[in-house]
């Protein structure tokens, strides 16, 4: 996916420094050539041996010591790469670039650089709070460089709050999205519904079903990095909200089809990956229901079919996609569903499979469209099954009449 793609990893002195060891790791496995530049705090906590062994590239550390490649290394390898990621960036790093200070390798080669720049803070929560930190990050990005949220969760002091570095896995997805760009999307509005919904039962129950919500945002998350402005409207997911995107969150059916009527006439393709009850409880208890009740029949009414409303309730020249997830005759339930409610594209999979679909980070797709075509994804990531769904729906966007919206 990287190959040869030339990549300066930025490693500075922040207590998850090992965790650049997988991220430096992981480029390699896809091909990039990743060349680390490190701190001398960051060498206190990783030894440049390690980074040197996974890369196969000299570490560059000290400004003033014998240059080993180039003439004036800080300004050639920053001239070398494609693409400049620090991970982790401490707050003094980040404080550092905003402030255009060049005192070390990193920093100068940062200042040196006239490529993206991709900056990923990692540090105690209050530390990331502080106003000063968050004014730097909020300068950074003004003046172009990308920066990954940090993740909430345990703290290497034991604390929980926002501060985590992602995971490595998060990292270089960012990373291949950004070097593998298309823009082709730029302001094309586009809604996605995520996850599954609750139906509540009493108070504390409900009925809902196994999706994870990761094909809903994934889809999210590359329609925006190709350009699109997103509104996903998600069920109860644990995901983090993917950067850059609106998120609405809703629980029942009910407040999806809301959510989604809402915001339809505001968007140009529509997009229904969420997997919403189809049947809801009669009945809500108010309260909990009690087991000496004894054997207990819920009766089950149908909840709205919101793909086929916002397809009858579509304009010209608005593009509805819908998912089928099927666990027998899966083309077959999928072209009959895909007629019946008269939509642009189909994407079928099937959901009875363990190594796919519901609550894995895998999908094997085919995608149906009304003339009779179907294109078959091979079992990849979400992410790429993902980018060949919006591949088709620019397709379909250039043959369709713009409608204005
Ligand atoms: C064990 C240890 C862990 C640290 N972890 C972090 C961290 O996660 N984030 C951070 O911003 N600073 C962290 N610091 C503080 C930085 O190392 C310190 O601010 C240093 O000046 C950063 O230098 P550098 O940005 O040049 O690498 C840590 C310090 C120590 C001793």
């Given at each position: 996916?990287?190959?040869?793609?030339?990549?300066?990893?930025?490693?500075?002195?922040?207590?998850?420094?090992?965790?650049?060891?997988?991220?430096?790791?992981?480029?390699?496995?896809?091909?990039?050539?990743?060349?680390?530049?490190?701190?001398?705090?960051?060498?206190r906590l990783v030894s440049p041996l390690t980074f040197r062994t996974i890369t196969g590239h000299p570490v560059y550390t000290e400004m003033f010591e014998e240059p080993r490649r180039w003439n004036v290394e800080h300004v050639?390898?920053?001239?070398?790469?494609?693409?400049?990621?620090?991970?982790?960036?401490?707050?003094?790093?980040?404080?550092?670039?905003?402030?255009?200070?060049?005192?070390?390798f990193l920093t100068t080669a940062i200042v040196a650089a006239d490529c993206p720049c991709l900056?990923?803070?990692?540090?105690?929560?209050?530390?990331?709070?502080?106003?000063?930190?968050?004014?730097?990050?909020?300068?950074?990005?003004?003046?172009?460089?990308?920066?990954?949220?940090?993740?909430?969760?345990?703290?290497?002091?034991?604390?929980?709050?926002?501060?985590?570095?992602?995971?490595?896995?998060?990292i270089v997805r960012r990373v291949v999205q950004m070097l593998t760009r298309r823009e082709d999307m730029v302001g094309v509005r586009v809604l996605i519904t995520a996850g599954p919904t609750r139906e509540p039962l009493d108070p504390v129950r409900y009925l809902s079903n196994r999706s994870s919500g990761r094909m809903g945002y994934a889809l999210a998350e590359t329609a925006r990095a190709r350009g699109a402005e997103v509104v996903l409207i998600s069920g109860p997911t644990a995901l983090a909200a993917p950067e850059g995107v609106q998120l609405v969150r809703v629980v029942t059916a009910e407040e999806m089809r809301r959510a989604v009527l809402d915001h339809l006439a505001w968007a140009r393709v529509v997009v229904?990956?969420?997997?919403?009850?189809?049947?809801?409880?009669?009945?809500?208890?108010?309260?909990?229901?009690?087991?000496?009740?004894?054997?207990?029949?819920?009766?089950?009414?149908?909840?709205?079919?919101?793909?086929?409303?916002?397809?009858?309730?579509?304009?010209?020249?608005?593009?509805?996609?819908?998912?089928?997830?099927?666990?027998?005759?899966?083309l077959a339930n999928a072209r009959a569903k895909l007629e019946r409610k008269g939509l642009d594209l189909m994407v079928a999979n099937n959901v009875g499979r363990p190594d796919v679909g519901f609550d894995s980070e895998f999908n094997e797709v085919w995608l149906l469209d009304p003339g009779g075509g179907c294109l078959h994804v091979p079992r990849c990531r979400k992410e790429e099954?993902?980018?060949?769904?919006?591949?088709?729906?620019?397709?379909?966007?250039?043959?369709?009449?713009?409608?204005g919206g």
């Open positions: 996916m990287l190959d040869g793609r030339k990549i300066m990893l930025g490693v500075t002195g922040g207590i998850a420094a090992y965790k650049a060891v997988e991220v430096a790791s992981r480029l390699r496995k896809l091909g990039a050539e990743v060349a680390v530049v490190m701190t001398r705090n960051a060498t050639e390898l920053a001239q070398w790469a494609e693409l400049v990621v620090v991970a982790p960036a401490t707050a003094n790093l980040l404080g550092k670039v905003a402030a255009g200070i060049a005192d070390d900056l990923v803070p990692a540090m105690n929560h209050r530390m990331y709070a502080n106003p000063v930190v968050q004014r730097n990050i909020r300068l950074l990005r003004a003046l172009g460089y990308e920066i990954m949220e940090p993740e909430h969760g345990r703290l290497a002091s034991g604390a929980v709050g926002k501060g985590r570095l992602p995971e490595p896995d998060r229904a990956a969420a997997a919403v009850a189809d049947w809801r409880p009669v009945e809500v208890a108010k309260q909990k229901l009690k087991k000496e009740q004894g054997p207990l029949t819920i009766q089950l009414v149908p909840t709205v079919d919101i793909l086929a409303e916002v397809s009858q309730r579509r304009r010209p020249g608005q593009l509805v996609v819908g998912f089928a997830a099927e666990t027998e005759d899966v099954v993902a980018d060949r769904i919006w591949d088709r729906v620019v397709e379909l966007l250039a043959n369709a009449t713009p409608s």
